[in-house]
T-cell receptor
Framework: DAKTTQPNSMESNEEEPVHLPCNHS???????IHWYRQLPSQGPEYVIH???SNVNNRMASLAIAEDRKSSTLILHRATLRDAAVYYC??????????????FGQGTILTVHP | DAGVIQSPRHEVTEMGQEVTLRCKPI?????LFWYRQTMMRGLELLIY????????DSGMPEDRFSAKMPNASFSTLKIQPSEPRDSAVYFC???????????FGPGTRLLVL
């Protein structure tokens, strides 16, 4: 499986934008990039995913580099509720491997009031 | 929708006892996943099912662990006999075949004494 590299931790102030980076230099042409987050004492929750083009949803934006070897999750205005572990995950596109997730250590995001 | 339901939420047992964890996926979802999370190893995929059939159980740690999905609305993860190193949070997740998004349950926190 292609691997991802994320910083162990990041900090932000409330109401400021947050850019969470992820490197995936061995990504294959058909791998999707997924982001999940895990709030304290909860199960992971889906944030966003994409293949080649940048993606936006109500929670965040995903910016994917042109060579697809890196991506950035953007939280436009961080709130205290966004404090969580953020996971960047690659998964295959075909058949039963689609959406099979292998979690790394993720980035611990701390949001200061 | 009630989301993915797991029971019990907490379980304390003694070494050697049998433990059964239960999961009810979101209605209509085709895939069901079992994960284990520990501080040392992070979040690990144990096994997943497609249409009630086990597809990949390579993450199951050893023969003491078994999982079943007798129908589309119920799955169990059984540990027999349990050991202290099995102490972890166990998550169940489900998704639709056409979607990459996994929905996680709240987890079962297992402590084996």
């Amino acid at each position: 499986d292609a691997k991802t590299t994320q910083p162990n931790s990041m900090e932000s102030n409330e109401e400021e934008p947050v850019h969470l980076p992820c490197n995936h230099s061995t990504i294959s042409g058909t791998d999707y990039i997924h982001w999940y987050r895990q709030l304290p004492s909860q199960g992971p929750e889906y944030v966003i995913h994409g293949l080649t083009s940048n993606v936006n949803n109500r929670m965040a934006s995903l910016a994917i580099a042109e060579d697809r070897k890196s991506s950035t999750l953007i939280l436009h205005r961080a709130t205290l509720r966004d404090a969580a572990v953020y996971y960047c995950i690659l998964s295959g596109a075909g058949g039963t491997s689609y959406g099979k997730l292998t979690f790394g250590q993720g980035t611990i995001l701390t949001v200061h009031p | 929708d009630a989301g993915v339901i797991q029971s019990p939420r907490h379980e304390v047992t003694e070494m050697g006892q049998e433990v059964t964890l239960r999961c009810k996926p979101i209605s209509g979802h085709d895939y069901l996943f079992w994960y284990r999370q520990t501080m040392m190893r992070g979040l690990e995929l144990l096994i997943y099912f497609n249409n009630n059939v086990p597809i990949d159980d390579s993450g199951m740690p050893e023969d003491r662990f078994s999982a079943k999905m007798p129908n589309a609305s119920f799955s169990t993860l059984k540990i027999q006999p349990s050991e202290p190193r099995d102490s972890a949070v166990y998550f169940c997740a489900s998704r639709l075949a056409a979607s990459a998004t996994q929905y996680f349950g709240p987890g079962t926190r297992l402590l084996v004494l």
